[in-house]
């Protein structure tokens, strides 16, 4: 089983600067299985990366993933007030998914 | 557009059973795999269960193997996962969610959950 290690636990920043979000795998996969979901309180996650990089249906491009192997990075180019959240990444694939712990995005 | 609504969350006591539904519409329901995952009050996600789009494979955490059964109805369009000797510790939102394409993957919709709490 992979397990994914999300850093920081919380990112404290001002709306327009920018979000570095770190997700290390324990190991390997075949592919790049890896995908990224934003959560608000009170409802439920929401898709904005797939297969490391590929932004979701409706995603601002604001949002872009990169990495490969072991370790996957989630950036937010220009924070906006609606995008102070948790966000998770997931591994997919070899019939098992997991979650990390979520980093959350807080305003400063 | 996908819509996903659960139902059947509520009050159960440890070891009792509970049935959770989830209806969908907006999508060819029998084309996708589909998932539940859930979320302790105030904690992070946790995938749960995934069926194969004609429901023949059938994949769950270790944390709920062999007292889960996810299972769906293709004539309905609906999903469902029935909770066997449910514990406290199984307390928490679950939600239903859609896989993003035919082969096994990210999940690209979601519902807004139903809350199970179980106590005595």
């Known amino acids: 089983e992979i397990v994914l290690t999300q850093s920081p636990g919380t990112l404290s920043l001002s709306p327009g600067e920018r979000a570095t979000l770190s997700c290390r795998a324990s190991q390997r996969s075949s592919g790049s299985y890896l995908a990224w979901y934003q959560q608000k309180p009170g409802q439920a996650p929401r898709l904005l990366i797939y297969d490391a990089s590929n932004r979701a249906a409706g995603i601002p491009d604001r949002f872009s993933g990169s990495g490969s192997g072991t370790d996957f990075t989630l950036t937010i180019s220009r924070l906006e007030p609606e995008d102070f959240a948790i966000y998770y990444c997931?591994?997919?694939?070899?019939?098992?998914?997991?979650f990390g712990q979520g980093t959350k995005v807080e305003i400063k | 557009q996908v819509h996903l609504l659960e139902s059947g969350g509520g009050v159960v006591q440890p070891g009792r059973s509970l049935r959770l539904s989830c209806a969908a519409s907006?999508?060819?329901?029998?084309?996708?795999?589909m998932h539940w995952v859930r979320q302790p009050p105030g904690k992070g996600l946790e995938w749960v269960a995934v069926t194969s789009h004609d429901g023949k494979n059938k994949y769950f955490a270790d944390s709920v193997k062999g007292r889960f059964i996810i299972s769906r109805d293709n004539s309905r369009n609906t999903l469902y996962l029935r909770m066997d000797s449910p514990r406290p510790e199984d307390t928490a939102i679950y939600y239903c969610a859609k896989n993003a394409g035919y082969n096994y993957g990210p999940l690209d919709s979601w519902g807004q959950g139903t809350l199970v709490s179980v106590s005595s």
């Open positions: 997931q591994h997919y694939g070899s019939s098992l998914w997991t």
């Open positions: 907006g999508f060819t329901f029998s084309d996708y795999p």
